[in-house]
């Protein structure tokens, strides 16, 4: 039987899990999707403790939820949109907590490239720092656009599923993305010099 | 339009290449752990403070409630500033407007008295002349009166000569405590002369009710 379950489809086990309430089933789709969606929460928010907590929460949403899915619909991209609407609340919830501080110098703050000379040991390839510096600078990419980049270019979904995600037309979805590259482009010129 | 997203991701090959090539991230060891046992124990992390829903009816009734408070303090209050009849006030004015109103009333009973009798003393009517006259000369000296900048009432009611003093005639008229009631004067200045007239007339009216009814004995 889980030899059976696991050869399932997405769809199949969510039905399963729908109509006999199968926990093996809820398992699997677990297993194949928190390691996709921590890594579009983390990319989406870079912290990892908070995309923690938001992916656990998307799974129990996904459990609590599980009949609010509907079979015409890929569960990819439902589950998706679970974890979206939950990182932007939480993208949400930091804003308002740094409107209330009193330590705000977020805008101070500019994008550098480290100098290499002064790096710890542990940081010390290029591929490291680079990626460093990526994800700092898809960080201050704005979030509309942050998002739909994080889900093209890093998740590698299509635009279709993209657009079934954001719940945004294609045509807008391919703009948004555009102005994301070119977003995260001008911050890193010094990196990729045209 | 596919050719132009396509050019734009020849423009940007590099950053693509680099976003894909990006570390995946994780799940921790033991979150599939954590989930489950959260799910077993069915603790779903529901809020402890539930969100308070701002809602303005929650706000109409005790609006209500202090509209209603205000509009009935202003309603039934009793207004302090309430004009009064400062005429009535005093006492020697208040006198002298009943007699005047008294002798009006004498006046009519006369004129009816006499037309039902086809009696018409010529005193009487050169008495309500006169009367009108009189009334006529005070309303012109009220208007006189009002035309000056200040007038002092308890002078111009004794009967003394109106002096200019620097006093506002809402001032004179009101007490000067208590707000200034602009546009309220005295209608009908008297004076000992006028009084005088009036009794007299109200003497010959009384004396021709006497005539009448002795005219009548006469004709039983």
């Not at chain 1, 089933?25 to 677990?30: C, G, P, S």
């Not at chain 1, 390839?125 to 201050?140: F, P, R, V």
């Not at chain 2, 208007?143 to 308890?154: A, G, K, T, Y």
């Not at chain 2, 009101?174 to 309220?184: A, L, M, W």
């Amino acid at each position: 039987m889980n030899r059976q379950l696991t050869e399932l489809t997405d769809e199949e086990l969510i039905k399963e899990f729908q109509d006999n309430n199968t926990l093996k089933a809820y398992e699997i789709l677990v297993k194949r999707y928190k390691d996709p969606l921590m890594n579009f929460v983390y990319r989406y928010l870079g912290d990892k403790d908070s995309c923690t907590d938001v992916v656990q929460e998307t799974m129990i949403k996904f459990y609590l939820n599980k009949d609010s899915y509907r079979s015409f619909a890929k569960f990819s991209t439902w589950i998706y949109t679970i974890a979206a609407n939950l990182a932007k609340n939480e993208l949400k919830r930091r804003k308002r907590r740094t409107i209330f501080s009193i330590d705000n110098n977020d805008d101070e703050k500019s994008l550098q490239i480290e100098d290499k000379m002064f790096l710890q040991p542990d940081r010390a390839t290029d591929s490291e720092i680079k990626n460093e510096i990526i994800q700092k600078a898809l960080l201050k990419v704005k979030p509309v656009y942050r998002e739909v980049v994080i889900l093209r270019d890093i998740q590698d979904l299509s635009y279709e599923e993209i657009s079934e995600i954001t719940g945004l037309p294609i045509g807008t979805v391919k703009s948004k993305i555009n102005r994301g590259r070119a977003q995260l482009q001008k911050l890193l010129k010094n990196i990729y010099k045209e | 339009m596919k050719n132009f997203y396509n050019d734009n991701e020849k423009k940007y090959s590099n950053l693509l290449n680099d976003l894909k090539n990006l570390p995946k991230i994780n799940t921790p060891e033991n979150f599939e752990f954590n989930l489950m046992t959260r799910i077993q124990n069915k603790n779903f992390g529901d809020n402890k403070n539930p969100k308070i829903n701002f809602s303005i009816y929650k706000f109409l009734a005790p609006s209500a409630i202090v509209v209603t408070v205000i509009l009935l303090f202003f309603l039934l209050y009793p207004q302090k500033n309430e004009i009064q009849n400062q005429v009535i006030k005093h006492q020697s004015v208040a006198d002298t407007q009943s007699l005047v109103s008294n002798l009006s009333n004498d006046n009519k009973v006369g004129e009816q008295l006499i037309s039902k009798n086809e009696f018409k003393p010529k005193m009487i009517k050169k008495d309500i002349s006169n009367q009108n006259t009189v009334q006529e000369e005070k309303s012109s000296k009220i208007q006189e009166l009002l035309n000056q900048r200040s007038i002092s009432v308890d002078d111009y009611l004794s009967g003394a000569t109106v002096t200019n003093k620097a006093i506002q005639r809402s001032n004179v008229v009101k007490s000067g405590e208590e707000p200034i009631v602009d546009g309220f004067f005295v209608e009908k200045q008297t004076d000992k002369k006028t009084i005088e007239k009036y009794r007299n007339a109200l003497d010959s009216l009384r004396k021709a009710q006497l005539k009448l009814d002795s005219l009548k004995k006469a004709q039983k």
